[in-house]
């Protein structure tokens, strides 16, 4: 899941958790989360359903088959979820025998069987049911904003901007919705799925299509196989009008699933799909398992994508236009992050929520490795930092990674299980190497291959392969919470270097291998340290004094520092230490000073740096209100304005070019404004609206009536807003409408459809635009509701209220009062 690990040769008790888990804040703790026990076991699930489109319905026949784990039982019980059970029986041969059985709460079947049966027995139970979705009560978490399990997007038609979808979302434990079985992660089942569908549409579930029946009352019935045991939240149903690319990988299918208007461009959003598959099967050194791969994208799906067995659910943002992916794929990432899933999470799968370190860390790190290997080491790093700043402004150092103790199982899909476990095991391959790294990942898998784990068997791994007792890096990381904070001073002593490391963090103190790096001249002299206690002092020969003294060489800690460099030493580390976060830190440190002509001279060098992100990133920090920074990097920003290779940079060299409103630059705005790049058009528009304000609108009421997106559309609507023009008024809320599903765009939309709200006096006009945010806003996912209503009815709508009173238009002040909800209504 892209939102965004314990058993050894014993069992470990619950007070020797403690022993290893830190003392901490332990007030949002409810229980203590133990894995599932397992009375019955899956063996084999086979579904026959079809779908109501009227009533959201889904009618389905269940055959399961079973198995006592190991103690012999006369009874079984099925999550199920929101449905009508019809009949629950035992399969005899080929006949019924009823059972009884009682539903609790509509959430669980408790069955009684027909007799004992022994560890060795298997037995099938036959359930008719009919699944009510729409019914269900559930709840979603940050990373999964609901959790009903099936789901029909416009299935009556009536929205002519949206196809009609049906699509499943098992993760967590939603699966039963829809399908009667044992809901959690330490099952394995193979599957068997048959649709019957509307003709016109094409399905897609787990394994293999096997078989396509036409019937004779317009529908289609496809059967498919999943040979192999997976966990049953990985289960997956799609149904749609999809077009289908193919692409393949040792010959096994790869297939894109995507809304036929981004036919012409799947293979540029999901085409490197066989090189990820073949650079994750030499690393792992387990070729790709599973008999096939696809692909497909989701209308209004929960999440943002989701590594069903086989078969990975894309949402829809993954359809970007050819003008989109000039500036790079955005989903690439994510592509990447689903697909190393089909190792780790459904080849091996965590057997307990509280585990989930094992599917999520993983899928976060893949990320990293395969920006390191297509795009280089200073892509790996980029995301590596991106990903801890992720878990650094979490707020979330006081959750342990494996995770016993929470208040419901969505709540461990976070920044600590996602991008803090991610820099966790890129911690660790620096520590035991490359090859050592990749070797236990290797054990790890084919050890528990079709079985669930806990995070213990991944350490065994690791200590099989290295011969390391690695129990102080999980007792640290795995089963405790926070990070190190460090001040690092360093000084100079006559004939030796001396760097102090304090650890100023509360609660406990790391155990840190680190290395440091000592420079005299270009090249280092590199020492391996422990850096264990609340404070470190070591000392280092020198003939003279350093260059520099580069803490964390490899620059892979899990930490925030405080280091006391100057200015010369952070450009000496920018120009020979030259790793991503070198070069970074430094760029960082000389934006704090551009009263320094040293600092400037520097920051306008670091412009021409080799990696596109830091180009970015030194243009975005360079301060606009210096006049010496305005004079000394001009020239370079019109020249990148003009050339770089990478759009994105080009885009934030126009928009910082902007900020001379220099008329003289107006050609290279216009120019810009018809690239093919939606942000280099958006940004040159915006920049040309304060040059030639005239020539600004035309353009933008040109590019309105064209398809725009992302910066562009943004740039449009803030210029025909801020015109007045009520003419503009079609194309301004068509523009919002058109843009379907609750996605960050639209929402960020939201402010300037306040502000045409608030310029116009066209009361019809008004009635729409505050319908359009009514709409969108009552469509946010609960989830969500808590962070999003506050801005729209507290601070858009009733602002908009109070402008229309001050400026005498009651009756749409009325109307707009109307559509606050009445627990929201205070002060007015």
């Known amino acids: 899941m892209k939102k965004f690990l314990l058993i050894a040769c014993c069992m470990m008790s619950l007070a020797a958790l403690a022993q290893v888990q830190p003392a901490r804040d332990t007030s949002w703790k409810k229980e203590y989360r133990e894995t599932s026990t397992r009375i019955n076991d899956l063996v084999h699930t086979k579904l026959d359903v ?24 006369d009874s079984l019980t099925l999550d199920a979820k929101g449905m009508a059970i019809h009949t629950v029986a035992m399969m005899k041969g080929a006949t019924l025998q009823n059972l009884k059985y009682t539903y609790d709460d509509s959430l669980q079947l408790h069955i009684k069987l027909d007799r004992s049966y022994k560890g060795s027995e298997s037995y099938t139970i036959f359930i008719s049911y009919t699944a009510k979705p729409n019914e269900v009560k559930v709840k979603g ?43 959690k992660p330490n099952q394995k089942t193979t599957d068997e799925i048959s649709m019957t569908v509307p003709d016109k549409y094409v399905t897609l579930s787990n394994g293999k299509l096997t078989a396509q029946k036409k019937n004779a009352d317009g529908t289609r019935t496809d059967t498919w196989k999943m040979d192999l045991p997976h966990a049953p939240y990985l289960f997956f149903m799609g149904v749609g009008d999809f077009a289908v690319i193919k692409d393949s990988w040792k010959g096994k299918e790869v297939s894109y699933y995507v809304e036929k208007e981004y036919a ?7 085409g490197l799909t066989p090189e990820m598959i ?51 794929n955005s989903w690439e990432l994510v592509v990447a992050h689903e697909l190393f899933h089909q190792w780790f999470g459904d080849y091996v799968t965590t057997e307990s929520w509280s585990n989930i370190t ?90 528990n291959k079709f079985k669930s784990a806990e995070a213990q068997q991944l350490r065994l791994a690791f200590e099989e392969v290295t011969g390391r007792d690695l129990n102080w890096y999980w007792n640290q990381w795995y089963y405790g919470a926070g990070h190190p904070t460090l001040d690092i001073q360093y000084s100079y002593e006559e004939g030796k270097v001396k760097v102090v490391v304090n650890q100023t963090q509360a609660d406990k103190i790391f155990k840190l291998p680190v290395a440091i790096d000592v420079y005299n001249g270009t090249k280092p002299v590199r020492y391996n340290v422990w850096a264990q206690h609340k404070t470190d002092t070591f000392y280092f020969p020198v003939a003279t004094k350093p260059d520099l003294v580069n803490f964390d060489g490899d620059k892979v800690l899990l930490c925030t520092k405080k280091e006391n460099k ?32 040293k600092a400037v001279a520097f920051l306008t060098e670091a412009l021409n740096d080799k990696f596109d992100g830091l180009r970015g990133l030194t243009i975005n920090r360079l301060n606009m209100k210096k006049d010496n920074v305005k004079a000394a990097v001009e020239s370079k920003l019109a020249d990148i304005a003009k050339n770089d290779p990478k759009r994105t940079v080009k885009a934030s060299a126009i928009s910082k070019l902007g900020e001379y409103k220099n008329p003289a630059y107006a ?28 020539g600004a609108l035309a353009e933008a009421k040109r590019l309105a009536a064209l398809p725009n997106k992302g910066q562009l559309n943004n740039a449009i609507m803030t210029i025909l807003i801020s015109s007045g023009d009520e003419a503009s008024a079609e194309q301004v809320l068509s523009s919002f409408e058109k843009q379907t599903g609750i996605t960050q765009a639209k929402f960020n939309m939201l402010q300037q459809i306040g502000q045409f709200i608030g310029k116009t006096k066209n009361t019809d006009i008004v009635k729409r635009a505050v319908d359009d945010i009514v709409t969108f806003r009552d469509a946010i996912p609960e989830a969500f509701k808590g962070q999003t209503d506050p801005f729209i009815n507290g601070v858009l709508l009733k602002g908009l209220v109070t402008k229309k009173k001050e400026a005498g238009l009651n009756e749409q002040a009325e109307y707009i009062q109307s559509k606050i909800p009445a627990d929201e209504k205070k002060g007015f």
């Open 264 to 270: 012409s461009v799947a293979r540029k959003i999901f």
């Open 278 to 328: 073949g650079f994750y099967s030499r690393i792992t050194g387990v070729d790709f398992p599973w008999y096939k791969y696809a692909q497909i994208t989701g209308r209004d799906y929960v999440s943002g994508a989701m590594e069903n067995t086989t078969a990975t659910l894309h949402s829809d943002a993954a359809q970007q236009d050819a003008r989109e992916l000039t500036d790079g």
């Open 566 to 597: 100057t200015l010369d030493e952070y450009i000496f580390q920018y120009k020979n230490a030259g790793k991503y976060l070198d070069r970074r830190e430094a760029i960082e440190f000389a934006a704090k000073k551009q009263d320094d002509p």
């Open 141 to 183: 978490s940050a990373a999964i904003s609901d959790a009903k399990g099936l789901y029909f997007i416009n299935p009556d038609g009536k929205d002519k901007n949206k196809p009609t979808q049906i699509w499943t979302q098992g993760e967590t434990e939603a699966t039963s919705v829809w399908c009667p079985t044992i809901d």
């Open 358 to 447: 094992l599917n999520e860390s993983f899928a976060n790190y893949s990320e990293t490795l395969w920006n390191e290997y297509k795009y280089g080491k200073d892509a790996g790093d980029a995301q590596h930092y991106q990903d801890m700043q992720g878990y650094l402004n979490s707020n979330s150092a006081k959750k342990d990674l494996v995770r016993f103790f929470y208040s419901d199982k969505e709540d461990v899909f976070d920044g600590v299980s996602y991008n803090k476990g991610g820099r966790i095991l890129h911690m660790l391959r620096n520590y035991v190497g490359d090859s050592a790294f990749f070797k236990a990942l290797n054990l790890y898998l084919t050890t």
């Open 50 to 73: 079809s779908f109501d489109y009227a009533k959201s319905w889904m009618y389905g026949k269940a055959w399961i088959t079973l198995k006592p784990h190991f103690y012999a039982t």
């Open 667 to 694: 050609p290279i705005f216009r120019a810009a404004v018809n690239d093919s790049s939606y942000t280099v058009s958006g940004n040159a528009l915006d920049a040309l609206a304060d040059v030639d304000s005239v």
